[in-house]
């Protein structure tokens, strides 16, 4: 049967969602409260140059998604391999590390230090089975203090913009590179064979920046009469004892209701709860405001060079610099620049309203400049021109109780059948973009076959505390 369906959000998760169910001719609408799709997943084109959002690229364990996406973007999607390095007191270290990397990189004194500090850990973790409650010590107890404090610490605590001891072990297990010391003392002396995990290195990634890919996908919705709307933001939401009855949203400053028959939310969790009416959340309201999320600001250089390096990302770990990430547009698609020409972004990290997000664009500029310089790219002559982009809602923080907080919202919405919440927004959860596709793709599933899963299925998808980012389909 033929059901109209609300999406809200127009990001990877809300199309893939509007692009499943209009493909089986049910009746869809986008509500998107920017005046473009892609949320986290878009392009912005300057004078001839194109800088994602932070540098994306897309990978995905899931067969079917890869040849759909494939199918979907026929020439325009390129295929590119990763080459990450860490910039760490004036040495360019492996990404992910590697032990004989460090061995050879760090002198003798620190050498011997790491490896005291892991022999340490490991036998505490034996003898005194250590638990791990947080981040912190989810990396000592397996790497060791000495690590922990070079690479670590400093860049997890930049990154989120918390104390380590303050986040949940949850992202350490998804997202802590492979460098495994017992695996490489084993295989040293023989004692284990096979191959060692490698990261996923083949990515794909479309000509004209990620952003292009939810263009042409919003064009394929369209086209199989799906609705999108732009610069609309969800204001309300309507129930009646059957469930969801409407969708109230904002346009222009004019108030507008839409019936539906279900709702696939992929807007952040908090902001949907927020949206309902107030004696429905009572119980649950206190728990939306300790889901918080970590903003990001953008610095996107256009610089009169050819070329600044060729790796795809270079990690600063040190709290001195006030960036994470530097991206060269270039690597992923040679289209990301005029000929001769190239760019640099930079990822910094911060909380919506603080110093560095009401800081004007020529401070920032000149203070990653200078950090730039001292970490051996010196492009303060060749500066064509720059412009600064920002996110609010870049990463969810996984504070030690931020999953029964979710948990909590996650039960108050379950009591609304023909609702489900899903993406990196709607189950505040760290995933990529082939997961949020994945989610939305289940979720319209879900909705067309009468609830064929269960919705915690869909929220909890690729949730196994192993590595993301292992194993790839790609070219
Ligand atoms: C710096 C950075 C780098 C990343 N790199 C990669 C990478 O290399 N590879 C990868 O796979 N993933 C990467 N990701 C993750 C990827 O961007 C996300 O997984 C993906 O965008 C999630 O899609 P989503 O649709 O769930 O959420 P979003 O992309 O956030 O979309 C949510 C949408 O909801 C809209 N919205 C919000 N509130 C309202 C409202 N009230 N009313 C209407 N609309 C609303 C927003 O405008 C947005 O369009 C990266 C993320 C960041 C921050």
């Given amino acids: ?28 609408t986008v ?132 104390s380590p001891k303050l986040i949940s072990t949850d992202w350490a297990s998804q997202r802590i590179s492979l460098l495994n010391l017992k695996d490489v003392i084993f295989r040293l002396f023989k004692l284990k064979k096979g191959t060692p995990r490698t990261y996923a290195k083949g990515y794909f990634y479309p000509k004209k920046g990620i952003g292009q890919m939810f263009d042409i996908m919003s064009e394929e919705i369209s086209k199989m009469g799906g609705r999108i709307i732009l610069n609309a933001t969800v204001s309300g939401i309507q129930i009646s004892k059957n469930g969801v009855e409407s969708i109230c949203y904002t346009q222009y400053g004019a108030a507008k209701t839409i019936d539906c028959d279900a709702v696939i939310s992929t807007i952040p969790l908090p902001d949907l709860i927020k949206v309902f009416p107030g004696y429905q959340v009572q119980d649950v309201i206190h728990h939306t405001a300790s889901l918080k999320f970590r903003s990001v600001r953008f610095l996107n250089i256009l610089v009169d060079l050819p070329d600044i390096s060729d790796n795809t990302w270079m990690y600063v770990s040190e709290g001195k610099y006030i960036t994470t990430r530097i991206q060269e547009p270039k690597r992923r698609s040679p289209f990301s620049a005029p000929e001769g020409k190239t760019s640099v972004m930079l990822e910094i990290p911060c909380n919506e309203n603080d110093e560095i997000w009401n800081c004007s664009g020529e401070s920032l500029l000149k203070r990653c400049l200078a950090d730039l310089k001292e970490l051996g790219i010196d492009i303060q002559d060749k ?93």
């Fill in 31 to 162: 509500i998107e409260k920017e005046s473009r799709v892609g949320g986290l997943c878009i392009t912005n084109e300057y004078k001839g140059y194109r800088f994602d959002l932070g540098g994306h690229r897309f990978i995905s364990k899931n067969k079917e998604l890869v040849e759909n996406v494939c199918n979907m973007m026929g020439n325009e999607l390129l295929t590119a391999q990763r080459k990450s390095v860490i910039l760490l007191q004036g040495k360019t270290f492996e990404y992910p590390l590697s032990a004989k990397d460090i061995f050879l990189k760090m002198d003798l004194w620190t050498n011997l230090k790491a490896f005291t500090s892991y022999v340490i850990a490991a036998i505490s973790r034996v003898i005194f089975r250590k638990k791990d409650i947080s981040f912190e010590d989810w990396i000592v107890n397996r790497f060791g203090r000495t690590l922990y404090n070079f690479f670590f610490g400093p860049y997890t605590e930049k990154l989120w913009g918390i």
């Fill in 383 to 475: 500066v064509i021109d720059y412009f600064t982009t920002s996110v609010i809602h870049g990463y969810p923080v996984y504070s030690l109780d931020y999953a029964m907080h979710r948990q909590k919202l996650f039960d108050f919405l379950d009591q609304y059948e023909n609702l489900i919440t899903c993406g990196r927004q709607g189950t505040f959860r760290y995933i990529f973009m082939d997961t949020a596709m994945e989610m939305g793709i289940t979720a319209a599933q879900n909705l067309m076959l009468d609830n064929a899963c269960k919705k915690t299925d869909v929220q909890l998808m690729r949730s196994e505390k192993e590595l993301i980012e292992v194993t790839s389909v790609t070219a």
């Fill in 1 to 28: 049967m033929k059901k109209k369906i609300l999406v809200l959000g127009g990001g990877p998760c809300g199309l893939s969602a509007a692009w499943e169910l209009s493909r089986y001719g049910h009746d869809v």
